[in-house]
Antibody
């Protein structure tokens, strides 16, 4: 069974940093591109970033480019999102999803809430 | 960037109704479109990909059609479990979601 479990969310002040993790199991992690998708409270879905299976290629939405960094450790079946210079508008539930920027997302984690507030 | 426009944003319907949701792309995305269902506090669930291919395990009352810039999701006979929010997603160029359609009980 495919499973993805996010962690690392929490309350952070504007300008601060946070690193999210997504532990994956039940599929050949290194074969698949992975993404982060976020959802602000009461709002729709926004694709944030994607990374190839090997980790060599990364993609970012304009809203996070230069502030967020996606990475993966295939030896640990884990996806990461390093978030720096956080803003109030980054407040959202962050989901990891199986699939890249040019794929449908066929499996999702349960999400982790990031709140940026002073 | 490709923009995705969903309509309606809210839809009131009864059990047994036929429901149609439309998604329009700002430029051609061929058939690179997916539909998701999301319930409150839960992750989205993939229903349909490549515009009309039903994801494994999804009931056959869900169907998708369209290509280019106009797409539809149809629920042939609405069931109690189908009251939720539905999103389209283009993946022709990176990924963009529509604004969502909330299907509520009439």
């Amino acid at each position: 069974e495919v499973q993805m479990v996010e962690s690392g969310g929490g309350l952070v002040q504007p300008g601060g940093s946070l690193r999210l993790s997504c532990a994956a199991s039940g599929f050949m992690f290194s074969v698949y591109a992975m993404s982060w998708v976020r959802q602000a409270p009461g709002k729709g879905l926004e694709w944030v970033s994607a990374i190839s299976g090997s980790g060599d290629t990364t993609y970012y939405a304009d809203s996070v480019k230069g502030r967020f960094t996606i990475s993966r450790d295939n030896s640990k079946n884990t996806l990461y999102l390093q978030m720096n210079s956080l803003r109030a508008e980054d407040t959202a539930v962050y989901f990891c999803a199986k699939g890249g920027g040019g794929d449908q997302f066929d499996n999702w984690g349960q999400g982790t809430l990031v709140t940026v507030s002073s | 960037d490709i923009q995705m426009t969903q309509s309606p944003s809210t839809l009131s319907a009864s059990v047994g109704d036929r429901v149609t949701i439309t998604c329009r792309a700002s430029q051609s995305i061929n058939s690179w479109l997916a539909w998701y269902q999301q319930k409150p506090g839960k992750a989205p669930k993939l229903l349909i990909y490549k515009a009309s291919t039903l994801e494994s395990g999804v009931p056959s009352r869900f169907s998708g059609s369209g290509s280019g810039t106009e797409f539809t999701l149809t629920i042939s006979s609405l069931q109690p479990d189908d009251f939720a929010t539905y999103y389209c997603q283009q993946y022709n160029s990176f990924s963009t979601f529509g604004g969502g359609t909330q299907v509520e009980i009439k």
